[in-house]
């Protein structure tokens, strides 16, 4: 395991509703990386959080937005839902934000309906 | 822009032979190059990565080739075993100021008993 924990692991939502993916990162962890994995491609960089602050982002829209918090844990949230959101939500922790070494949690699903 | 492809989306290996799973980049900037290993309902998990002024890293029962000069990435796992069966990404990455990875699209690779 990796130490880093996701949650929740399944959502379902509906189209125009708004979603909030919550993220441990490992200890000793201050950077905080999402990313979308659509079903049979690669993950997709969304942003990167590192102490508190978004710190280079990919090309996604103002909707989906993020946090972290001082204990490093970071949220991902996602406005008027669109379906093709539905995806796996990655986060990836690493002891820096320039490492190449991130561990990724197992992921929430979201099915948007 | 940037990509980063892998050839073959399948590989089928017997058992106690070497695998070797293939990828080209077109980004020629990439400081750093990543293999992941994702099984299934899991997130990507960090196998070996190399930078760009190497052309051969080795793990354990792993190594990675770097060739700059025709831009491709190769990862070769010795004696595969039925716990190798996975998608296997290649990656790259920017020495930059954040952990942006850049996934290509994923070979699935199953191990014949």
């Known amino acids: 395991e990796t130490g880093v924990t996701q949650s929740p692991t399944h959502l379902i939502k509906t189209r125009g509703q708004q979603v909030t993916l919550r993220c441990s990162s490992q200890?000793?962890?201050?950077?905080v990386s999402w990313y979308q994995q659509a079903l049979g491609q690669g993950p997709q960089f969304i942003f990167q959080y590192y102490r508190e602050e978004e710190n280079g982002r990919g090309n996604f829209p103002p909707r989906f937005s993020g946090l972290q918090f001082p204990n490093y844990s970071s949220e991902l949230n996602v406005n008027a839902l669109e379906l093709d959101d539905s995806a796996l939500y990655l986060c990836a922790s690493s002891r820096d934000r320039a490492g190449t070494e991130a561990f990724f949690g197992q992921g929430t699903r979201l099915t948007v309906v | 822009g940037e990509s980063v492809g892998l050839h073959l989306p399948t590989l089928s290996v017997q058992e106690g032979d070497n695998s070797i799973i293939n990828c080209a980049y077109s980004?020629?900037?990439?400081?750093?190059f990543i293999w992941y290993k994702q099984e299934s309902g899991k997130g990507p998990q960090f196998i070996i990565d190399?930078?760009?002024?190497?052309d051969k890293r080795q793990g354990q029962r792993v190594t990675v080739l770097l060739n700059k000069t025709v831009k491709h990435l190769s990862l070769q796992i010795a004696a595969t075993q039925p716990g190798d069966s996975a998608v296997y990404f290649c990656a790259e990455k920017n020495s930059g100021g954040y952990q942006k990875v850049t996934f290509g699209t994923g070979t699935k690779l199953q191990v014949i008993p």
């Open positions: 190399i930078r760009s002024n190497m």
């Open positions: 200890s000793g962890h201050n950077t």
């Open positions: 980004n020629s900037a990439s400081d750093y």
